[in-house]
């Protein structure tokens, strides 16, 4: 969900190696790709999921600008979720543990302040391209969840997205998302 106006036009990454997609009758096609390790710099936290567009706001450009201090190159936005707490009452939002920031194009081994260095694993992945607004990438990830599990696949870690589009200049129902789910 990035909201730096200070970015350059992002680029679509080509996959390192396709397999034949998977058609779906509704939503977008799943393919599986094999992919390099990723380099990142990022910010992890703790929010409930109604913060999570804010701290994103917060955190994409507070990552950018410490890529740009430490001579770095930011090539896309991410984010990745890890754990997800149900609330302890019904009027309380669910908790998630994410990060969010950019793929730097190189190797990162140091941060800045609450930036960290991190990666994003290699290896066999399920992609879905979703498009429309951010709001709805639910519909994706349960189609994507639906896959693994008619595909008998294991996921091997957290999912991650990649926004391949800027919000602040293409229209929401336009808004690329990339999803991925590491495979064992």
Do not use: C
């Not at 080509?14 to 058609?23: A, E, F, S, Y």
Request: charged share 25%; net charge negative; no cysteine.
């Amino acid at each position: 969900m990035p909201t730096t106006k200070e970015r350059p036009t992002t680029k679509v990454r080509k996959p390192t190696t396709k397999r034949p997609t998977t058609k779906q009758t509704t939503g977008p096609t799943v393919e599986i790709q094999t992919r390099a390790p990723e380099s990142a710099l990022a910010v992890r936290t703790w929010a409930n999921v109604v913060e999570i567009p804010r701290i994103m706001g917060e955190a994409l450009p507070e990552a950018w600008m410490a890529a740009e201090r430490l001579g770095l190159r930011p090539v896309m936005p991410f984010a990745r979720y890890f754990t997800f707490e149900a609330p302890g009452t019904e009027f309380e939002p669910p908790q998630i543990e994410f990060e969010a920031g950019w793929l730097i194009d190189g190797v990162v081994t140091y941060g800045e302040g609450r930036v960290e260095p991190v990666q994003l694993p290699g290896g066999e992945v399920a992609v879905a391209t979703h498009v429309g607004p951010y709001e709805l990438l639910s519909q994706t990830y349960d189609l994507m969840q639906r896959w693994v599990a008619a595909h008998e696949r294991i996921s091997s870690g957290p999912m991650w997205e990649v926004y391949l589009d800027d919000p602040n200049t293409t229209p929401m129902a336009e808004l690329r998302t990339e999803v991925v789910i590491p495979l064992e």
